[in-house]
């Protein structure tokens, strides 16, 4: 129900919570639902410049059968497709690669990978909140351009890197602590 509100919407609301938090109408937007129709999703990969995932890591293996179709499908002239997994894991893009290497090592060497470092809270939405998604208003999104060289791209509020490292340490370490100290004092409370 979800994939066919948006298709026929074709936007969706973000309201942002916070200081500073601001209103976005994201437009242009479609969704394919790829066990209704697979290959309008593999016509998406093929023409794409980058794709992106966040589904949850234990979500991953099953999207790799659709990103090897995609990938073979993609035009001999075309740039490689950049992959990124934006999920809550450490090392989740190449988790994405050693799954499509599986099942095709070929596709996984055509397309380019890139791990990632995300940090925006969204938290449970509301049954009735429709599209519309409530989510903090601090963001960060880092991406691992070390192997991306030329296909590195270039996304607005994205900042690319040599070394994704630091980048982990601090959000483990500051964001990721803080919310657990948070969770402690709260349950003993």
Request: overall charge negative; aromatic content about 4%.
């Amino acid at each position: 129900a979800l994939v066919d509100a948006i298709a026929a919407a074709g936007r969706y609301r973000v309201h942002e919570v916070g200081e500073g938090a601001v209103d976005h109408e994201v437009e242009g937007v479609t969704a394919l639902d790829s066990t209704r129709d697979a290959d309008a999703l593999v016509a998406a990969l093929a023409a794409a410049d980058v794709a992106t995932t966040a589904v949850g890591p234990s979500v991953l293996r099953h999207l790799a059968p659709a990103l090897v179709a995609g990938i073979r499908a993609r035009p001999a002239d075309a740039a490689p497709l950049v992959v990124m997994a934006c999920e809550n894991a450490i090392g989740a893009t190449g988790q994405l690669r050693a799954h499509v290497a599986a099942l095709d090592p070929e596709a996984a060497a055509a397309a380019r990978w890139a791990d990632t470092a995300v940090d925006r809270i969204v938290p449970g939405q509301p049954a009735d909140a429709g599209l519309d998604v409530t989510v903090e208003h601090y963001a960060e999104w880092v991406i691992d351009g070390s192997d991306l060289g030329d296909a590195a791209p270039d996304i607005p509020g994205a900042t690319v890197v040599d070394d994704l490292a630091p980048y982990l340490e601090r959000k483990l370490y500051t964001v990721n602590t803080g919310h657990a100290t948070l969770a402690y004092h709260g349950a003993a409370a």
